[in-house]
């Protein structure tokens, strides 16, 4: 009588297994024979010797899952002391959960240690080190070789899957650091819970999901099967066709979605199947099981990259570490599943909020309204507690429908392209914000000004270059320029892309950003440095103060203070790079403490009185009565397992330290040259993915808003005109109580910081008008310093509307609200229609051209504005509508007393 799957499970579970487990394991045993069977390896043999195989896997995943419910008990520990503590300082649940996830702007201890910054730490450890050494290859060749080399291209990639099958060296060194810094990765995702087997011949690409489209699903799947090891891929040579393209099938729909695509980085990393639905939660289970496509050789591989592919082997490298860090920095804070332990977190919260008998009822139900407007979900928008963690889980970077994606990607370029052309001139308010970032972790404002200028002409030694890169500056730049494309045809994303990288470093602005950011990065270094001969509690109260914003307590300063570099002339800078050196005795006060010696020693002592009472009871019992059972002496303390335990601890525990550090001073460091960051994009983008209506409409709303909310979140919601040590008790947010306590806390910080964004916000419009040839706008006037604080940025985006007429890009109020794509659009399919149905021809060419003209990439670089203006724009805009430049001139003299340096009425170009 056959056996069915029921009568399976049930004997499984009579010897142990939970039922779901056991329901599992059968039914990988069924697809298992199914697969040998199409396979034509269906002997007693084969199944026994697949079935070995499939019981050592099963062990193999029931070891993770037990070491993964261990991590998550002690994440949750951690998570539940951390929210505990903030409520402890006086501040809500949800304050707690913001500083975890993406980081607080508001004053308590560890409210910028969160995982957002945590995981650009991650990253920084990886891929500064790498670049380095990347540079070092060939002379400092082989970057360049790799991005504009072919040839160099392939070998490297060769020599990856085959060591030393191309006899070139340089290749050969590219491939050797290019699977070390992987392995790097491997292991530290291993260390939280994953388990990932390092794979031989690997070698990271990324999927061009449109390339993937325009050839179609049978098209790729013929193309790749072509290619493939099946032996290794399916587990038979002989594998069915039929079911092989299945496979295929799904992979290629599950690519070109988008979905989970940080398992399929490259083509030896593309999961086939879909993971058990009772595991889509869990990102490390997620990464130890998946069935990878295996090429048959390097060529084969290569042929996919070149027709398949996109960008680079360093960009799909810089890909690779860049989700490698997303799931370390999760994992290691919330543990296996992100989301769920959040949702956790957020009930046991909730239980705390009620339980608070020193919170009256209203603020209770307050608190609780905060954490299910946030983490639940209206009709309309996610709560922004989602937002955060679809911003950390990187599900906002995955189109949903590549060809939306595309589409509208080209139209925000395009906008970029034609307005950011003189954004290297609002740069100046740089020296603000980085100035009042210094004064709020100790000097005053004349030292912070001073420094901050001095910063742009400062040469600086090869040795204090070589400190600043080793904690991350200039990686942005770095990792930007070297993701060249292949593409032979030069798409237009591809082509776009490169245009608004050239753009941006012929203006100026790459320089000026990483100028400001690496010099920033080396004052902050040294200002930490300088303090490294003291105890905590010696520390002067601005630099304890910013510590403690990063989650840094006495114990964790008595091992960083001994993080130090000294440049040519003996000054100490604090280097994160440093703590891969730490030795053991700085450590142990940070192990847990089962693995601290003096623990494990009285642990030993312990074992030997215990085994000592018992073997005296054990003599006196048989003295008494020959036959009595002796009892059972307990097992001694296993030292080589206590060592290696306390090994990885120690190798975690360095890793820590250095990623955290490194978050550290990029955190602090964005506060002074302002970024971007996921609590900003969780506004931007509202949790959507790119290629879904929604998230194409809030991309393109959204667009050039990321500054003036990283604006209004770090500087303003911050309140960083008030000294670190100063902002102890402060209450945040909007209410007349908030701002009043914020403006009064620190007067003579208030009043400089809004003198010097003021000046700033001149200076920025003073340079803007000098290139399109006006004269200072007249500093007696009050709509000039309106325009100015719009300019500074020093109002956020609302300085746009209430004073300004355009903001600090060149947009109006109206495009800064809707977005310029929006503007363009709406302006394109009414007003010119309107005209046109109205018989109004002329308006309708005038309103076409200015679209046009408004809308052309580089119309409004800072460097030939002037020229094509009187070259040409001023000629088309008085021929559209004569009486424009002269009433243009008498609106900069009524409202900023400004004239032209040469009348555009009178001077201008005439180039017909």
Known sequence: ??????????????????????????????????????????????????????????????????????????????????????????????????????????????????????????????????????????????????????????????????????????????????ARYGEQAIDRQNANGSDIRKRKGWTPQIHDEHKMLQAGKEAWVDFILARLDRSRTFGAEAFPDEE????????????????????????????????????????????????????????????????????????????????????????????????????????????????????SEEEKNRQIRQLDSAFGHNRFLPGKGNNWLAELTGETNRAASPTLARAGYLLRSVQTLSKLGSAALASVSDVG?????????????????????????????????????????????????????????????????????????????????????????????????????????????????????????????????????????????FAPVTARDLPESLLEPLLPETLQQATFARRVQESRTTRRRIKAGNRRRMGEDPEAARTPLPAAPDKAAWMEARRQAQDNLRDRLETDSLAMLADEVAFGVIEADDATRAVTRQGTRPGTPAGEMWRLVMQFKSFPIAYMQRILGGRRWIRGERQQGLTYGWTARSVGQGLGRDIPGVVCFAIISLALGYASQTLNDFVRGKTPRDPRKGETWAAAAARSGGLGIYGDFLFGKLNRYGNTAVETLAGPVATSMLNAAFAIPGHALRGDWEAASKDAAAIALNNAPFVNFWMTRGVLEWAFLYHVRESLSPGVLRRMERQAQKEYGQRYFVSPTQDRLRPW
């Not at 504009?148 to 491939?175: Q, Y």
């Not at 980085?434 to 742009?456: D, F, H, P």
Request: with cysteine.
């Open 1 to 178: 009588m056959a056996i069915s799957r029921t009568d399976c499970i049930r004997a499984l579970q009579k010897a142990g297994a939970p039922a779901v487990e056991a329901a599992g394991i059968i039914d990988r045993m069924m697809r298992e024979k199914r697969d040998l069977q199409a396979a034509g390896k269906n002997s007693p043999q084969e199944l026994s010797r697949a079935w070995s195989k499939l019981q050592a896997d099963n062990k193999r995943l029931a070891a993770m899952k037990r070491r993964q419910a261990a991590l998550n008990i002690v994440r949750r520990n951690e998570a539940r002391a951390f929210l505990a503590s903030v409520r402890a300082q006086g501040f809500t649940s949800l304050d707690g959960l913001q500083a975890m996830l993406v980081g607080s702007s508001k004053r308590f201890d560890g409210a910028r240690a969160s995982i957002s910054f945590q995981r650009k730490g991650i990253f920084a450890s990886w891929t500064v080190p790498m670049i380095r050494e990347l540079e070092a290859v060939g002379d400092g060749t082989a970057l360049t070789l790799l991005r504009e080399d072919k040839a160099f291209h392939d070998d490297v990639f060769r020599e990856m899957r085959s060591p030393h099958s191309t006899g070139n060296d340089d290749a050969r060194a590219v491939a050797d650091i290019f």
């Open 244 to 359: 092989a393209r299945k496979i295929l099938r799904e992979t290629y729909s599950e690519l070109v979605t988008g979905e989970d695509r940080t398992r399929r980085l490259h083509p030896e990393d593309s999961a086939a199947t879909a993971p058990d639905s009772r595991e889509q939660g869990s990102r490390v289970t997620i990464m130890s099981k998946a069935r990878v496509l295996h090429f048959r050789d390097a060529d084969a591989a290569i042929e996919y990259h070149d027709t398949f592919g996109r960008g680079n082997l360093f960009d799909a490298m810089i890909h690779q570490l860049d989700a490698a860090a997303r799931r370390v920095s999760l994992a290691e804070r919330l543990g296996p599943n992100p989301r769920a332990m959040v949702m956790s977190l957020v009930e046991d919260e909730r239980t705390a909020i009620r339980e608070n008998l020193s919170l």
């Open 433 to 573: 914000t980085k100035a009042a970032s210094m004064r709020v972790n100790g000097l005053t404002w004349g030292e912070a000004i001073q420094e901050s200028v001095l910063q742009y002409v400062r040469r600086y030694s090869a040795r204090q270059k070589e400190i600043a890169g080793q904690t991350g500056a200039f990686l942005d730049y770095l990792s930007g320029e070297l993701a060249a494309r292949w593409d032979a045809d030069a798409s237009l994303p591809g082509l776009l892309a490169d245009l608004n990288n050239a753009m941006f470093k012929y203006s100026g602005l790459n320089w000026i950003t990483e100028k400001g950011r690496s010099a920033m990065t080396l004052w902050l270094s040294r200002h930490i440095g300088a303090a490294a001969g003291k105890a905590f509690d010696q520390l002067d109260e601005a630099r304890r103060a910013m510590l403690r914003y990063h989650g840094v307590d006495a114990p964790r300063w008595e091992v960083l203070r001994h993080m130090i570099q000294r440049d040519e002339g003996g000054t100490a800078y």
